[in-house]
């Protein structure tokens, strides 16, 4: 059975390669802003913010690619009860990373599959990152490193490269603070037989 990942991610392109899931990738048309308004408004929470989202991105490309299996996906950062988008530079990524010095934040990874415009499963899984006492020299040195790469990522950080060393700890599944709950998806999508048993 086809596998459509409803996103141009690099990092969850990664996760299903890596893991040796057969896939194509397409991006979904989603207007995310304005989706996050209207679930925001209804009282939804970034947790449920990012299940809605990724089952939305699932739904728009299986309506256009009928019998496949389409797995969406999309992540939301958490700090103090307050949803933060990716940001829009590398100094608004920075300004973010000097709030979140010394704190903890959630991220929460929201994954769906849907069928010939059907919801099918959802899922979801969060991490929770505590930032370390980054020095301002670590931390100048680390945005000019990275540059605008800043802004592909929620948190401004990319856990499987020098942005590791933005942390002192991280309590949840790695594959979640990447992007992707990949163990449930796994299971999702053998008990479909998209993958073998």
Known sequence: ???????????????????????????????????????????????????????????????????????????TLEFQGRLFDKAASAEEAGDRLRMLRGHAHQLHSGVALARDGHLDWTGRDSARLHVREVSEDFLTDY????????????????????????????????????GMPLWPVLAALRERGVIAL
């Open 1 to 75: 059975m086809s596998l459509i990942l409803a996103s141009n991610s690099a990092a969850r392109k990664a996760i299903l390669t890596g893991a040796g899931v057969a896939f194509a990738a397409q991006g979904a048309e989603v207007d995310e802003a304005a989706e996050k308004t209207r679930l925001l408004a209804e009282g939804a929470g970034p947790a449920d913010v990012a299940q809605a989202l990724a089952g939305l991105k699932a739904l728009a490309v299986s309506r256009a690619r009928p019998g496949a299996w389409v797995l969406g996906s999309d992540q």
């Open 143 to 178: 945005l000019a490193a990275e540059g605008e790469a800043l802004t592909s990522c929620v948190g401004g950080y990319r856990l499987e490269g020098l942005g590791a060393q933005l942390f002192e700890r991280v309590e949840g599944d790695y594959f979640t603070v990447l």
